[in-house]
């Protein structure tokens, strides 16, 4: 089948061609991100391949339809950038990848963590410098410590059970608590309130859905401890960068962990290291200390690409072949 990959870079065409080997899907690979002014690039393709900043709104789905697409294969978990609902409407199926490496993005997460807390990230520079004076570089244990989960998926419990082995008692919480949380030592499951005040360390791995828009705004943070470090590795509107930025400046928070942006669409996956940024906000957070951003590379692993690229190549083969494909979404409406 014909499949037009939208903000294609050079390890996406090396993993899916891997994939693809012996397959046989003709991929063609354009280097835009998908949106209503790209759409057209779809030529006569009969699937779109598409990742988290590609846009698929009304506008660019309706280009979609009548072009003939009839498949929309998301090469990532989250589909917060895709609706659903007029995907549907359309007759448009989506299929997504349910599941990779959930390693991928829980040690990143635990990365994030220990640079925040030991400070590695000024310690890097410093030492480069000749400069090994340990004046500002005091860490904290992580086996005595607090941290608040929310979200137990598979990303979070992969992360309870790394945190399990620094001896952190764990906090947990979900709209859908899981069952085998409680297995791991020091773990408990308690109501976001109680994690805002109880945890020293909190890294949110759940969905952006409109009731956790925003999730981490001014009335949670004004929950939370004082120095509490914030780790965000799912989705940049999970967080009110605004209000974060409140927070820091008032020392209120202690660190930020970023691998998400809430306007990442504008900068991401993109060299801009000569242009220059017109975004404020962002420019403002990398002013503080205490604040680290990476540049959505949480799932940047060979094991996650490797599973990413073989369950998009399978999702994509089902729907060629009329199979029933199991990572396909759909709209449910609220009741
Ligand atoms: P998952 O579906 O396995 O887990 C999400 C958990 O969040 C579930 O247990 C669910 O019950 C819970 N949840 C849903 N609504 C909630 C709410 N309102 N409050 C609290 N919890 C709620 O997903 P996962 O594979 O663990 O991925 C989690 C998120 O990580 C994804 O949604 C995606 O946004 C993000 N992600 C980021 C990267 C990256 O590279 N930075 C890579 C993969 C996934």
């Known amino acids: 089948m014909k499949v037009a990959v939208f903000s294609s870079k050079s390890y996406d065409k090396k993993f899916l061609n891997a994939a693809n080997q012996g397959v046989g899907h003709e ?3 354009y280097d835009p991100k998908l949106d209503a002014s790209t759409a057209p690039l779809v030529g006569d393709a009969l699937a779109v391949c598409v990742f988290v900043n590609d846009v698929l709104d009304l506008a660019t789905l309706e280009i979609l339809k009548q072009m003939g697409v009839k498949l929309i294969a998301l090469r990532c978990t ?3 950038n895709v609706d659903l609902k007029v995907a549907g409407e359309l007759g448009l199926i989506v299929v997504r990848v349910t599941a990779y490496s959930p390693y991928s993005v829980a040690e990143h997460a635990v990365g994030l963590i220990l640079t925040l807390s030991r400070k590695y990230h ?3 520079n410093r030492v480069r410098e000749g400069n090994f004076s340990l004046d500002g570089l005091l860490g904290f244990d992580l086996q005595a410590r607090t941290v608040g989960i929310i979200g137990t998926g598979k990303i979070g419990m992969v992360l309870a059970e790394i945190l399990q082995g620094f001896g952190c008692r764990i906090l947990g919480y979900d709209a859908y608590p899981n069952q085998h949380f409680g ?3 020091k773990a408990e499951y308690v109501t976001l309130d109680e994690l805002y005040a109880q945890a020293d360390i909190i890294s949110i791995h759940c969905p952006l859905l409109p009731e956790t828009h925003h999730l981490i705004n001014g009335a949670a943070l004004d929950k939370m401890k004082k120095d509490v470090i914030l780790i965000n590795v799912s989705r940049g509107a999970l967080i009110d960068t605004e209000a974060m930025i409140e927070g820091l400046k008032s020392q209120k928070v202690g660190a930020l962990g970023l691998d998400v942006y809430e306007e990442e669409e504008e900068l991401f996956f993109q060299d801009l290291s000569l242009k220059i940024i017109q ?4 420019q403002r957070l990398l002013t503080f ?3 680290l951003v990476t540049g959505h590379q949480a799932f940047f692993t060979q094991e996650a690409l490797t599973d990413i ?3 998009t190549i399978s ?3 089902d729907f060629a072949a009329e199979r029933p494909c199991p990572h396909e979404i759909r709209y449910i409406p609220k009741p």
């Open 78 to 80: 989250g589909f917060n």
């Open 279 to 282: 975004d404020d906000v962002f």
């Open 315 to 317: 999702n994509i083969s």
């Open 122 to 124: 000024r310690a890097f």
């Open 309 to 311: 690229a073989t369950i």
């Open 27 to 29: 991929l063609v690979y």
């Open 289 to 291: 200390p205490n604040v």
């Open 183 to 185: 297995q791991f030592k």
